[in-house]
Structures are given as structure tokens and as C-alpha cells.
């Protein structure tokens, strides 16, 4: 944009727009309120090892007419007000949120928040002088600091450093010592306690940052995770690890503790309690684990303290961004999580399975959710969270960060980065109990899976010829699928003597005849009665060329026109002739395949499977419309 300069008679009169005295008033932490400052000069710092994933930074020259603060550094969600030229040098700016620091006896104020007030003004104001290293040296004690502008807090002191305490030498009469070294450091009672971010030595968890060596945080917990992990270091091989993320009415932070801090701060932390949190490592988030809308994340240490405070009305709960299970279908499932409130409409029995990277046995249990639309999704619970479910079909669930799966159509679990609520005391709770306490317990809810649709959420289901599956190696992969839509013909289903199976009724597994009864291997569990389910593996081609299918029972029953009971007991007659009569009558008709193409290891080598996830008669109005605007587009 363009930037007018101003005469010298213009720049007397902004000069009165300044904070005079506002530079030295900050470094003697009296904090101004908005002060106002013309910027001399613009300085990038280029990220570490010039890593492009890491953000750069931008140092200021501030002056307030009378002084200058060479070390004024702005907080990299406002890099876009330089990278847009609105900050620019030679201009006047508000600073709304500041903090300001000490780092090597050395001043150093972070812009958390500014107002552009004007462009390039095209020369200094005044005659600024740069401020002494540290006006704080004389005599005069500094005022408390607002939580924004805080500064630093006492060093962190341990229990058992507090027993230990002696009284000072202005307590025994003595002359205090003059060595600077014992004057930095601040008795135990001095520290802040008592309400949820009251104290004056908090600040709020969006002014954290790399800048700050010392900080007190009052924050609630909102989700808690634990973890092993192989260590070579540990004496047993495995290494602990603990995660908590950290919210407050400024915004929110994941911390991390390991080992020894795990089992110290774990006995600590509980999910919704609040605490005062002093002393850790910041560091710039690994988004890869880290889901919070935070840039940094704590590594909590030896010297971390954490005190558990009275919860205040004024700390935020955990704050819930509910999705539809009405959208869960057309949302990209890979690497996605979601907030979910529904409630709880089945609980199988605690199974185990062995991990395939570290052959590790983990415990896992198998829900079904439930919202008012009278859709049901599973959801999988893992290690702890399983081998401790105590909770009952018809409690609400409020899940914050579910992971998203598309196995099944569509699946979730709460895995280490989630945490949930039960039964919340929330009104959008209370109402989800009473709906299905009135008719939702008597509901037969649906399973997503059908449909054609490929709009909504990010996954976009396109609509392909079949040759383009082996022209754009759709499902080739390792870590993803592929989802498309085709119009196809069934010319061919292959014959098997295994075409339909005994399934569980609970999970589905194929079942394991145990004369009289049916066993479960995954449910653990014998059982008098079994379902049949179809296996079934078609061609279908178009005008382009032929693709292999596998349908399963739902897919495999909206081809064949019979259900899988009938299916089943036709294969254990072994009625063959009345088996190919319906394979034959099958042939040449036309469906739309909604299909998931995924790369899969057999027999060591590696090749692409395509399953139909749902399968429809084509919408002969539906399809005259869709190739209408195609062939608009040509004319």
C-alpha cells in the first residue's frame, strides 16, 4: 500500500501522539496501558539451522521520543503485519498485549498484540537515546506487574528445600550481604497462591515463550494421557512418558514430563482440576503429536512445581466443537480428529491384541456411540482407558479430540491425544439423556457406510472411470487410501465353497464350531446362535476396462437380491445349481460402486485391493443430470 511522508511540522505534532516516557516506564515495570511507539528500524531473525518449518522472527527498534528499546521482539502470529508491510520503519504503533523480560541482564519486550496507528511518518521523532542495560539497579523496589505484563517469577523451590529454609540476616538482625548473586534470589514466601489465576505472578498461557526463563501459569487440565515407550537408558528397557494439555481463558499448551517427572507430576495432575504450573522448557510445538492451537509446548523438568488451586467460575472448562455423526461420512478420516457428544448404546467385553512393531500386548474394548440422529459409530478404547471402563449402556459420552477412522465406513477411538467426560453436566447433555431415555434406548440406529455422496468435510469421493484406477495408481499408497464412485456392470462372480461364513453376532468374527456351541476367539466368548456373512469377490467393467471388487455382506446382498441367512444355508446344503442361478442372474446389471482402494502385503508382495463399501442401483434422473453437465462442459 502507499505511504504518504510528512513535514517537519507534521512530525512536531505527532511526536505528542508518542508515550513519553513510556520505554523507561516499562523497564522499570510500571507497565503503561497502550502505550505508543515509533519504530526506527525492522530486524528478521531467521529460524535455527534456517529450518523452514520453524517460523522467523522479527525484531523492533521502539522509541518513545525520549528513549529507545532496541530489543522489542514481535510474537510470530503478528509476522504477517511486517510481511504485509503495515508495520513498517519510521511508523507509529499501539502496543495492546506486552510483556517484558529480563534474558542476560538485558530488557527485552515481546509484542503479543499491536494496533498499526501509522505508515512511514519518513523520519525519527526526536532525539531518542537507548536506555541503560537494567534501570532497575537502584534502590527504588519495582511495583507489582498486571498478569500480562508480568516479570519474572522467584526461582523454583522445592518441598524440600522450604523445610530447609533459614531466616534471613534482616531477620536475625544482621547487615543484609551485599552479594548480588544472594539478592536474586526470593524467599519461599513470596510466592503467589490461592485462586485459579489470581495471583499476580501468572501470566496468561498465550504470553508464554522461548524468551522467558522463569513463569507461572494458573491453568485446568484438560486432557491427561500416559504412556511406555522403549528406552535404552531405563533399567528395564522402557521409558514413561505423560502428557497433560493445559487451558486457560488466553488459550491452551500440551506439556510433556518423562520418566521420573512422569511418576512425580502424574500423581498430581487430575483431568479438571486447576493448578498453578512454574518451571519448564519451551520449546516450538511438533505439530506431528501436538493438536493444540499453541506454536510452543512445556517439557516439564527437575525444577517443575505444581500446586493444585481453588477452581474459579473465571477458569474456562473444557470447551467442545461438536460435529454430527450426520457428518462424520463425508469428512477426510485421515489423520483427523473430532469432538463427539453421544451416548453410550453398547459395551463389548475387554479383548487383547499383540502390536506388530513391538509384539507388545495391548488391552482394547469396542463401544458403540449413538447421537439423535440414530446413527452408530464404534468407537475403540485402548490400554488403561479399556482395562478401566466402568461406565453403562445409556451414559453420555462427550469426547474431545476422537480420532477418526474410515475402517468399516467410518469408526473412531479415543486415543492419547483425547479425553472425555461422562455423563457432563452440560444442558446439551442433560438433553442428549433425556431423548434417549424416552425413545432413543428403543431406537435401531443405522451405521454409516451407504450412499453415494461425496460432498461435506474434506474427503471428496470422485467419480472416476475404471481405468483410471490403474492410470493414476489409485490405492498404491502405503499410508492412505483412495475413495472413489464408478458406474460398472457385474460380468463375473467367482465361485467359492467358502462364499459365506458363521460370524459372531457382537463382532462379526468368523466363528469356531465347538459342538454344541460357537466360539469367539476375539470375544472370547461361546455362543448357541451365529449369523452367516457373505465373502465375495466380483468383476465389474465399463466402456474403459475391469476392475476386481470384494464385497462383503451388505454390498454382496444388494447384488445377489438375498439375504446372507439364505445365502448360507444354500452353501451348507451345498445347493450349487441354485448358487449359480443367482450368480448368473446378477450378471450384466448396473450399479454404482462406491469403493476404497488400499495398498495390501500378501505373501510378500505388494498389491492394490478394492472393496465396495456401498453398492446401489443407479438413479437413472440422478445420472441423466450428472452427464448433462458433463457434456456441458465440452460445448
Not at 506487574?145 to 528445600?161: E, G, K
Not at 499453541?294 to 460435529?323: C, H, L, W
Not at 507388545?360 to 463401544?367: A, G, N, T
Request: overall charge neutral; aromatic content about 6%; hydrophobic content about 35%.
Amino acid at each position: 500500500f502507499f505511504v504518504a511522508r510528512v513535514g517537519t511540522s507534521s512530525l512536531t505534532a505527532m511526536s505528542s501522539q508518542l508515550t513519553t516516557g513510556g520505554i523507561e516506564a516499562i523497564s522499570r515495570d510500571e507497565n503503561p496501558e497502550n502505550p505508543v511507539f515509533q519504530v526506527l528500524s525492522i530486524k528478521k531473525i531467521a529460524s535455527a539451522g534456517n529450518d523452514a518449518s520453524k517460523p522467523d522472527r522479527y525484531r523492533l527498534c521502539l522509541s518513545d521520543g525520549n528513549h529507545k528499546q532496541p530489543s522489542a521482539m514481535l510474537a510470530t502470529q503478528l509476522n504477517d503485519l511486517v510481511t504485509e508491510e503495515k508495520i513498517v520503519a519510521n511508523g507509529i504503533i499501539r502496543l495492546d498485549r506486552y510483556i517484558c523480560n529480563t534474558v542476560s541482564e538485558r530488557r527485552i519486550i515481546i509484542v503479543l498484540g499491536a494496533t498499526v496507528l501509522h505508515g512511514d511518518v519518513g523520519n525519527e521523532i526526536g532525539s531518542p537515546k537507548r536506555m541503560e542495560a537494567d534501570p532497575n539497579k537502584t534502590d527504588k523496589p519495582a511495583p507489582a506487574a498486571p498478569a500480562v505484563t508480568t516479570t519474572a517469577p522467584p526461582a523454583a523451590v522445592t518441598p524440600a528445600q522450604q523445610r530447609d529454609v533459614k531466616p534471613s540476616a534482616a531477620q536475625l538482625g544482621k547487615t543484609p550481604s551485599k552479594n548480588p548473586y544472594q539478592q536474586k534470589r526470593a524467599a519461599p514466601s513470596a510466592r503467589t497462591s490461592g485462586g485459579a489465576g489470581a495471583g499476580t505472578n501468572t501470566i496468561p498461557i498465550e504470553a508464554l515463550n522461548p524468551y522467558q526463563n522463569r513463569w507461572t501459569i494458573c491453568a485446568r487440565v484438560m486432557s491427561r494421557s500416559d504412556r511406555t515407550y522403549r528406552s535404552d537408558s531405563a533399567p528395564n528397557g522402557e521409558g514413561k512418558l505423560m502428557n497433560v494439555e493445559l487451558i486457560d481463558d488466553s488459550g491452551e499448551i500440551r506439556c510433556t514430563a518423562f520418566n521420573q517427572d512422569a511418576d512425580r507430576l502424574g500423581s498430581i495432575f487430575e483431568v479438571g482440576k486447576v493448578y498453578t504450573v512454574r518451571g519448564g522448557r519451551l520449546k516450538l510445538a511438533n505439530k506431528k503429536f501436538n493438536r493444540t492451537n499453541n506454536q510452543y509446548e512445556i517439557t516439564f523438568g527437575g525444577d517443575t512445581e505444581v500446586a493444585e488451586v481453588a477452581d474459579s467460575s473465571a477458569m474456562p472448562k473444557i470447551r467442545y466443537d461438536y460435529v454430527d455423526f450426520t457428518q462424520l461420512e463425508g469428512m477426510n478420516k485421515e489423520d483427523a480428529f473430532v469432538d463427539v457428544l453421544a451416548v453410550i448404546h453398547g459395551i463389548e467385553d475387554l479383548t487383547s491384541i499383540t502390536t506388530k512393531r513391538d509384539s507388545r500386548e495391548l488391552s482394547k474394548r469396542e463401544i458403540t456411540l449413538m447421537d439423535q440422529a440414530q446413527i452408530a459409530v464404534r468407537c475403540t478404547l485402548w490400554g488403561r482407558t479399556a482395562e478401566d471402563w466402568q461406565h453403562q449402556v445409556g451414559d453420555v459420552i462427550a469426547i474431545k479430540k476422537a480420532k477418526l477412522s474410515d475402517f468399516n465406513g467410518c469408526s473412531m477411538s479415543i486415543s492419547s491425544a483425547s479425553s472425555f467426560e461422562i455423563n457432563p453436566d452440560r444442558p446439551e447433555g442433560h438433553e442428549l439423556r433425556g431423548w434417549y431415555d424416552s425413545e432413543g434406548k428403543n431406537a435401531s440406529p443405522s451405521r454409516i457406510g451407504g450412499g453415494m455422496g461425496g460432498g461435506g468435510g474434506g474427503r471428496v469421493d470422485r467419480r472416476i472411470i475404471v481405468s483410471q484406477v490403474k492410470d493414476e495408481n489409485l490405492g498404491t499408497a502405503e499410508d492412505k487410501s483412495d475413495w472413489f464412485v464408478f458406474k460398472g456392470s457385474v460380468s463375473f462372480i467367482k465361485k467359492s465353497p467358502n462364499g459365506c461364513y458363521k460370524a459372531c453376532q457382537t463382532c462379526n468374527k468368523k466363528l469356531v464350531e465347538e459342538h454344541p456351541e460357537w466360539r469367539c476367539e476375539k470375544c472370547n466368548k461361546a455362543y448357541k446362535d451365529f449369523n452367516y456373512r457373505i465373502m465375495m469377490s466380483l468383476s465389474a467393467l465399463d466402456a474403459s476396462g475391469q476392475l476386481w471388487v470384494s464385497c462383503f455382506s451388505e454390498t454382496a446382498e444388494t447384488i445377489l437380491n438375498q439375504t446372507a441367512k439364505k445365502m448360507g444355508e444354500l452353501q451348507d446344503a451345498t445347493d450349487d445349481a441354485t448358487i449359480e442361478k443367482i450368480h448368473k442372474d446378477a450378471y450384466f446389471k448396473q450399479y454404482m460402486f462406491k469403493c476404497r482402494a488400499k495398498s495390501e502385503s500378501y505373501q510378500g508382495e505388494s498389491r492394490v485391493k478394492c472393496t465396495a463399501v456401498a453398492v446401489t442401483p443407479v438413479d437413472q434422473v440422478a445420472e441423466s443430470k450428472y452427464l448433462i453437465e458433463k457434456i456441458k462442459q465440452y460445448v
